[in-house]
């Protein structure tokens, strides 16, 4: 089956109706088309892990939601997990970026520079309040005493780009208060 060419010059989310149904993971950053194998089962069980503690402290008028596209203009990111505002469109094309409070990545090889770069930048650009990012295999920077996962937490500024606001690692328990408070260890999202 030949790959379905956009309708203009560059991709839309509204391109991503004529992808395949092959398995594959399809987004659009920046009018680009990217493509991602299936994760691994760590990463997968860490969002698992994540969506049940988040689960358990959201307000009543929030959804956690995983492999859902997020709306910005013509592109469509796929967070590996996001906290969304309601209602939900439930029939809908992905969720409108108005509506997302927190958007949460989970680096793997193939997604590192999206994770820690494209996606963080598009993200603040279009006023996601909070950005999580956790490192399950060893960065450069790594701390000597770190333990995997590290969670690195931020908050959008006031001049629209994210601040670090938390780092914390497998042992670590952390407190996170935006976009509401939630106590956890990174470790207790991995399995033993």
Known sequence: M????PRSDHWTAADLD???DDGLRYEVLNGQLVVHAAPKPMHQWLIKRL???LDAVVPADRFV???VGVLIGDDEPIPDL????GPIDWHGRGVPVGQVELAVEVVSKSTTL???????????EAGIPTYWRFEINSFKGRLVDEQLPVLFAYALGPDGEYEHTHRASAGDPVTLRAPFEV???PGALLPR
């Open 2 to 5: 030949a790959m379905p060419l």
């Open 18 to 20: 004529q992808m395949p």
């Open 51 to 53: 969506t049940q503690v």
């Open 65 to 67: 939601m995983d492999g």
């Open 82 to 85: 996001m906290v969304v505002a």
């Open 114 to 124: 999206q994770d820690r770069m494209v996606k963080p930048v598009l993200y603040a």
């Open 183 to 185: 106590t956890f260890d």
